[in-house]
């Protein structure tokens, strides 16, 4: 009977080489034997030796080279067949993490000073070129070298071995079935970053968020999670089934449209992708639940209006007023201000009405810093700027560079993001303290002039 065994073999990476910037092979590791050690000079010389080089891949016959830069060190995979491409450089960054992870720095003289080390975590993270173990924590706990050293070498026991192997083989490599905390805490952090540009006229011509939620998971044994969040599709289903609560209902048309989004390993994509629903068995400590991005009904936490008047060739009249749209029961905090003025400025003058500002050259920009933001608030600055004369015989005209502003705003999520409930479920039936905090901050964020 035809089988599809063998050829699947072959779709994977078949080696690894950590050259440095001359092209000089620090580290391979050869998986397959359809490849040399002579491949690497054919990276050297159409890759590294060539300027025209962009994309981070590169075939050369009938072999495929995909690689990453870090620290000065290409990272480089190569293969012969026709593998998943997204996949590979997965696997290069973790790569990267764990080298990083546990050489503090990835440089020339990390990898030189522990080439053994490297040697001994690419047999553990792939096996004839299939990856095995992409766990930084999974493998600091039997790869013990580097600065995680074991005081003692009798610290590995037996018992401690049998342990490590059921973490490392077991279907949740991330986490160790013997955890025990006195206190059952987990923490929740949402943060946001709001990206903008609204033109002169006050119309938005991009806006987007993009959203993480990070989690402290301080929980004993082997709990199940169950995480909810205000999804628009499944509030939705839930209306449609009628599994949906009255204060559901009310807040249905609150819910958000996610554009896409990522997650940990740890949590159930089947789950996620039949039901909608975040479940998860956390790993212990702090970690990245999910990541996402949204486009639609942003709550932009600031509003710039701004007025500049250019009075001839020797000034410049501003006023730029900032409103705060979020509720008066929240304050934004660092909030920055970047007002633009041409690079032959002599002096603004400036009459603040909250914070301070001044003229800096090294931004050529009025820089107004305002510590503390009540929310539905607004303060305005106007600024009156002088300029020096130029011997140039062709004015240039000035740019016009946008206004562009820094912040955070506790307590407020732009894209309308709302943990509506976490679910801890372990047999012991142990009560869990739950903490949840918002936090919404600048990512790019314009306004035109």
């Not at 034997?33 to 060539?50: K, M, T």
């Not at 991009?206 to 709990?223: E, N, T, Y």
Request: aromatic share 10%; hydrophobic share 40%.
């Amino acid at each position: 009977r035809t089988t599809t065994t063998a050829p699947g073999l072959l779709k994977m990476i078949s080696a690894v080489f950590l050259m440095n910037h001359k092209g000089e092979v620090l580290i391979s590791r050869i998986y397959r034997d359809d490849i040399s050690r002579g491949v690497a000079n054919a990276f050297r010389l159409e890759v590294i030796g060539s300027k025209d080089i962009r994309s981070p891949v590169k075939s050369i016959g009938s072999t495929s080279f995909m690689w990453i830069k870090q620290g000065g060190i290409y990272i480089v995979a190569v293969t012969r067949a026709n593998v998943d491409v997204s996949m590979v450089f997965e696997v290069l960054y973790r790569i990267s993490e764990i080298f990083t992870s546990y050489f503090e720095t990835l440089d020339e003289d990390a990898v030189r000073n522990n080439f053994v080390l490297v040697y001994e975590l690419l047999d553990e993270i792939m096996d004839f070129g299939y990856p095995q173990n992409c766990s930084t924590e999974v493998l600091k706990m039997y790869i013990t070298q580097g600065k995680d050293k074991f005081r003692e070498r009798g610290a590995m026991t037996k018992e401690k071995m049998s342990k490590i192997t059921v973490v490392a083989t077991g279907a949740i490599p991330w986490r160790s079935p013997d955890i025990k905390h006195r206190k059952n805490e987990i923490y929740i952090d949402v943060v946001e970053s709001v990206n903008l540009l609204m033109s002169a006229e006050g119309n938005v011509l991009r806006a987007d968020v993009s959203g993480q939620v990070m989690m402290k998971a301080f929980l004993s044994g082997m709990p199940e999670c169950k995480f909810g969040m205000n999804d628009k599709l499944l509030m939705d289903k839930e209306a449609r089934v009628g599994t949906a609560t009255a204060a559901t209902t009310r807040r249905r048309s609150q819910g958000i449209e996610i554009d896409d989004c990522t997650f940990h390993q740890c949590v159930k994509l089947g789950k996620f992708d039949t039901e909608r629903s975040i479940s998860f068995t956390p790993p212990d400590g702090e970690f990245e639940l999910m990541r996402y991005r949204t486009t639609e009904n942003i709550n932009l936490p600031f509003k710039i209006l701004p007025i500049i008047k250019e009075i001839g060739r020797s000034r410049i009249e501003c006023s730029v007023t900032i409103k705060s749209t979020f509720s008066s029961k929240v304050f934004g905090g660092s909030v920055v201000v970047y007002i633009p003025c041409p690079k032959n400025t002599a002096v603004a003058h400036i009459v603040t009405a909250a914070g301070r500002a001044k003229y800096m050259p090294e931004h050529d920009a009025i820089v107004w810093k305002i510590k503390r933001f009540p929310g539905d608030t607004e303060y305005t600055l106007p600024a009156e700027v002088e300029l020096m004369a130029t011997v140039s015989t062709e004015k240039k005209a000035w740019s016009r560079p946008p206004i562009s502003m820094e912040f955070q705003v506790p307590m407020f999520t732009a894209s309308g993001f709302h943990v509506r409930f976490l679910k801890v479920i372990e047999k012991s039936n142990y009560t869990t303290t739950k903490w949840v905090r918002y936090l919404t901050k600048a990512g790019t964020y314009q306004n035109r002039i």
